[in-house]
């Protein structure tokens, strides 16, 4: 019958789909856009869903896995650190050497201006086809190994060669003295570039860690409001199982018409409290469908989730001074702190550096080939022709832009170090707080564990009581309404104890360790 009507239920879907496609196109109206067919199709799939009775078995490590898939959040976080990692290549690149060609070709027609030229009119032709590697070092060296060829023609009478041919391989080296001088100053983009991608990976680490907290603490939600549905609906069978006592007893004579109506009413009322908890329970459920993503599953949007793990009262030993510890060495925003600070050393470095003055060494050197072509040029070139030069560049700039960039690097790095001590302050106020509602909760769990063996033994005795006519209707009711409370107290118990635990590990940074999970590079 279930496969039936799920047929019937995909054959009118797709009857609805494509009678809209058929209304559209006999109206004349515009084709509908594949992406509009796209989004029919999807709504006809997750309305077959809705149609289908399903129960989706889920354990808590399954609950995790749906989270983090297909995850928005996580997605957006995931590329950040991809982004920081171009980056990192785009600061390198200043260290990359760079390869230079040019060309041209010079003619130059003009009246003869000596008598050597050897006529009014003087024409010369000048061919360059030069070419070169450039590029800087992590020390502030710049560097320029040319190649450079000319060949010139001209009108003159008294020229050698004509053409000539002339070559020349020359090397130019610039390093600056104070200011761009040293690895710290020139690797800066680099080492900015690479903290703020460890600051994103951080980022990236911290939202995984919130999912994880979130899906885990919605799943022992859920397990709360199904307890307590369930603990509703033996409250209910109480209280009609003393309603069929009671009118048993009444048509005997046992007891007033006023015992029974009030069993009846506490059995109405009961039953509101079932309804009320189903509509929580569901409420609960939509809740993990939708950190879990379920909810965008067309297949088992629906489904009933029936979980597969319980909440258990496993005793875990915690240690103020561990838990701080562990909080300093894995939490992610103190980790992300640690690297800004770094960063902003770096940055006050830079700008220290940008308020001395530029002293620039210069030096070049190269051999001249002179030939009356270019191969005998080529030969040409030895040690007897050379081409050298030394020189020094010095600059003091009026320095006002750049002392207000050192201040203003210095003050950041003063008002992040305060946000940091801040920070600690937090982690170790909040690793406390935290440490303290897990013993708490243990306590919580003895007491209510206690509670409801002792309402329980309670509740049985007090039967045989009433069953002998000891106990009135009116105190049996109360004594299922507590018994009622103790056990949805001891379910409470068991589920804020365990979100304690979920709380201290997020507290900690230990959510990824906890649950065993390994994030990708």
Same mark, same amino acid.
Do not use: M
């Given at each position: 019958m279930k496969l039936m009507r799920s047929i019937i239920t995909v054959f009118l879907i797709n009857l609805m789909v494509l009678g809209n496609i058929s209304f559209a196109a006999a109206n004349k109206k515009e084709t509908t856009p594949d992406t509009e067919r796209a989004r029919e199709v999807e709504k006809a799939f997750f309305m077959v869903g809705g149609s289908q009775?399903?129960?989706?078995?889920?354990?808590?490590? #399954?609950?995790?896995?749906?989270?983090?898939?297909?995850?928005?959040?996580?997605?957006?976080? =995931?590329?950040?650190?991809?982004?920081?990692? #171009?980056?990192? =290549?785009?600061?390198?690149? *200043?260290?990359? %050497? +760079?390869?230079?060609?040019?060309? /041209?070709?010079? #003619?130059?027609?003009?009246? /003869?201006?000596?008598?050597?030229? *050897?006529?009014?009119?003087?024409? /010369?032709?000048?061919?360059?086809?030069?070419? *070169?590697?450039?590029?800087?070092?992590? +020390?502030? +060296?710049?560097?320029?190994?040319?190649?450079?060829? @000319?060949?010139y023609k001209s009108d003159s009478s008294y020229q050698i060669f004509n053409p000539y041919f002339s070559t020349e391989p020359k090397i130019t080296i610039t390093q600056p003295l104070f200011r761009g001088f040293g690895i710290v100053v020139n690797k800066a983009d680099i080492i900015v570039a690479q903290n703020d991608k460890l600051q994103s990976e951080a980022s990236f680490k911290n939202t995984v860690m919130d999912t994880i907290s979130k899906s885990k603490t919605a799943y022992y939600d859920y397990i709360y409001y199904l307890e307590a549905y369930a603990i509703a609906r033996l409250s209910l069978e109480r209280a009609r199982n003393l309603l069929e006592i009671n009118k048993a007893r009444y048509r005997k004579g046992l007891i007033s018409s006023v015992d029974l109506l009030e069993t009846e009413a506490a059995a109405a009322q009961r039953e509101k409290a079932v309804i009320a908890a189903d509509a929580l329970m569901n409420k609960a459920e939509d809740d993990l469908k939708l950190i879990t993503n379920l909810v965008d599953d067309p297949e088992v949007w629906n489904a009933e989730i029936e979980l597969i793990d319980k909440p258990e009262f496993k005793v875990e030993e915690v240690d103020l001074l561990k838990s701080l510890k562990d909080a300093f060495e894995y939490r992610p925003d103190y980790y992300s702190a640690k690297i800004d600070l770094k960063s902003r050393d770096i940055k006050i470095v830079t700008a220290k550096n940008a308020?001395? %003055?530029?002293?620039?060494?210069? !030096?070049?050197? !190269?051999?001249? !080939?002179? !030939?009356?072509?270019? @191969? /005998?040029?080529?030969?040409?070139?030895?040690?007897?022709?050379?081409?050298?030069?030394v020189g020094v560049k010095f600059t003091v700039p009026w320095g006002g832009a750049e002392r207000a960039k050192f201040d203003q690097r210095s003050l950041e790095k003063a008002q992040a170090l305060l946000s940091f001590k801040r920070l600690e302050q937090n982690i170790i106020l909040e690793v406390r707080d935290k440490v303290r509602l897990v013993k708490a909760r243990k306590q919580h769990v003895d007491v209510a564990k206690l509670s409801k063996e002792k309402e329980t033994q309670n509740y049985e005795a007090q039967q045989e009581r009433y069953s002998a006519g000891q106990v009135s209707t009116h105190d049996m009711l109360d004594y299922q309404d507590k018994l009622a409370q103790a056990e949805l107290d001891y379910v409470n118990a068991l589920i804020e104890y365990n979100i304690a635990l979920i709380n201290l590990d997020k507290s900690e940074g230990l959510t990824l360790v906890k649950n065993d999970i390994k994030l990708e590079e």
């Open positions: 009775d399903r129960v989706l078995k889920i354990g808590l490590v #399954d609950c995790i896995l749906y989270a983090l898939k297909n995850n928005s959040e996580i997605l957006i976080q =995931r590329i950040e650190p991809k982004l920081k990692q #171009d980056d990192v =290549r785009i600061a390198k690149a *200043g260290f990359e %050497p +760079t390869l230079n060609v040019d060309a /041209s070709l010079h #003619d130059n027609t003009e009246i /003869s201006s000596s008598a050597l030229q *050897g006529a009014d009119k003087f024409n /010369s032709q000048d061919t360059n086809i030069n070419a *070169g590697v450039s590029g800087k070092l992590i +020390t502030g +060296t710049e560097y320029n190994v040319e190649f450079l060829n @000319q060949k308020l001395l %003055p530029t002293v620039d060494l210069t !030096g070049s050197f !190269g051999l001249n !080939g002179l !030939g009356k072509d270019y @191969q /005998s040029a080529i030969g040409k070139i030895n040690s007897d022709y050379t081409d050298w030069s």
